[in-house]
């Protein structure tokens, strides 16, 4: 056995939402976004693209985006 480590290529699966037609419509900089929310810029941009994140910076953008954590389809999609 060689001394060389093999690593898994871990992917990532994305997932659609509105987070960036919802921000744009509401004329806010993705930095705008991340200081409502009080998350990072590159957290959002990552949200945005679909990445997977955790249910309480899912709730933080909602209520950043100006809407109840009832109206989550609105923001996620049917997650």
Request: aromatic share 4%; charged share 35%.
């Amino acid at each position: 056995m060689s001394g060389f480590r093999t690593t898994k290529k871990r992917t990532r699966t994305l997932k659609s939402n509105n987070i960036k037609r919802l921000r744009e419509h509401l004329l806010m900089s993705k930095s705008e976004l991340a200081r409502e929310a009080g998350l990072s810029v590159l957290t959002i941009a990552r949200v945005e693209e679909g990445a997977a994140c955790r249910m309480a910076t899912k709730r933080k953008i909602i209520k950043a985006l100006g809407f109840s954590v009832q109206e989550k389809e609105k923001v996620f999609g049917g997650e």
